[in-house]
Structures are given as C-alpha cells and as structure tokens.
C-alpha cells in the first residue's frame, strides 16, 4: 500500500487546529473538496466508530467506516479504515479495509505544521483525487484555524 503525504504550516496553536478538524460545523467546510456534502457520523473517541459520508453528483450516498485508533488533542488522530457502505447498506464492504489516516499537529514557531498521511490501495485514479483534493482540504482548514 503506497502512503500518501500531505502537510501545511497553520498559524494557530495545535490545539485549536485539533478543535476545528474534528468539529462537526467545520468538518463540512474544509472537507468540501472531497464533497459538498462531506459530513460525519460519531464521535471522535478512541476505539469509537466513525462513518464519514459523502453525496456524490448522482445523488449516490456512500460512507467511509473507520475505527478511532487514537485521538490525543493537540497532537495526532489516526484513523483505521474498515470498509465502505453505499446508500442504506448496514455492511461495510470491504474495499478500504485497513486503509490508515494520520494527523499530526506539530508545534512550530508559529502555529503548527499539520501532516496527514495515508496509506491507501494502490489506486491511480484514487491516487490522483487525494493529489488534488487534499491540499485544498488543508488550504480551507488553514483558513478556518486562522480565523479564529
């Protein structure tokens, strides 16, 4: 599985851009790029349950089932990948089964650098979305996080 890597410096201290990456209100803004209607379902909880969902142009709903491995505030969130659910399936289907999500929030002279690592099928077309859609996820998470 290749892993994919993305960072961006956000002027604001780790914390705060944890607090805003997991807030359900600003979930929705910074993930647009990976659907308008990107949005979540649980909590943020180590060992919790989480399905992040998605409307794709079609109007198909699919969502993206994960397990928190860990949630340390202001320091790293990884997420383990389970499977995917489309519509009103109660089965996670097994593509993206052990795909893995990383944040960490690294203090910095000002703010903190944030890097997200992926470790994703080997996918072209997968590949070159999350090319596209991640610095654009990170770029509207910093202007969130500067905000504030």
Not at 27 to 37: A, D
Request: aromatic share 12%; glycine share 4%.
């Amino acid at each position: 599985m290749p892993q994919l890597h993305y960072s961006i410096q956000i002027e604001q201290d780790p914390l705060t851009v944890h607090q805003i990456l997991v807030d359900k209100e600003a979930y929705n803004t910074w993930t647009y790029s990976f659907s308008p209607e990107s949005d979540f379902i649980g909590d943020w909880s180590e060992g919790s349950h989480m399905m992040f969902t998605f409307v794709e142009p079609s109007q198909l709903k699919w969502g993206m089932v994960a397990v928190v491995d860990k949630n340390q505030p202001g320091e790293i969130i990884e997420l383990r990948y389970l499977g995917y659910m489309e519509n009103s399936s109660n089965e996670a289907l097994p593509s993206w089964n052990s795909a893995l999500e990383t944040y960490r929030f690294l203090p910095i002279s000002k703010g903190t650098k944030l890097s997200c690592t992926l470790q994703v099928e080997n996918n072209d077309e997968c590949i070159a979305f999350f090319d596209k859609a991640w610095p654009a996820a990170l770029q509207r998470l910093k202007d969130l996080c500067e905000q504030q």
